[in-house]
């Protein structure tokens, strides 16, 4: 089984989740304590990634967590407004 590559997922469930979807865009950061992930979206998609109460946000960094934990790598994800 081949491990998930994060910013791949990442970007396939933000797709699903906007309607503008040539506007989503990922950034790879690298940094001391791994990677981070900066998403991007349209103004008007980013209260469907950030969801009720973050609810959406959170579930997209378990999913990332979850994607990322046997490699030992540490990816984080921020979304940039």
Same mark, same amino acid.
């Given at each position: 089984?081949?491990?998930?590559? *994060? #910013?791949?997922? =990442? $970007?396939? &469930?933000?797709? /699903?989740?906007? +309607?503008?979807?040539?506007?989503?865009?990922? @950034?790879?950061?690298?940094? *001391? #304590?791994?990677? =981070? $992930?900066? &998403?991007?979206? /349209?103004?008007? +998609?980013?209260?469907?990634?950030?969801?009720? @109460?973050?609810?959406?946000?959170?579930?997209?960094?378990? $999913?990332?967590?979850?994607?990322?934990?046997?490699?030992?790598?540490?990816?984080?994800?921020?979304?940039?407004?």
């Amino acid at each position: 089984m081949r491990e998930a590559d *994060p #910013r791949e997922l =990442v $970007l396939l &469930l933000a797709r /699903a989740l906007v +309607d503008q979807v040539d506007q989503v865009r990922i @950034d790879e950061v690298p940094t *001391p #304590r791994g990677t =981070v $992930l900066q &998403l991007s979206v /349209a103004p008007e +998609d980013i209260g469907k990634i950030i969801g009720k @109460d973050g609810r959406t946000a959170q579930a997209l960094r378990t $999913l990332l967590s979850a994607a990322t934990s046997r490699s030992g790598r540490r990816v984080q994800l921020d979304i940039v407004d």
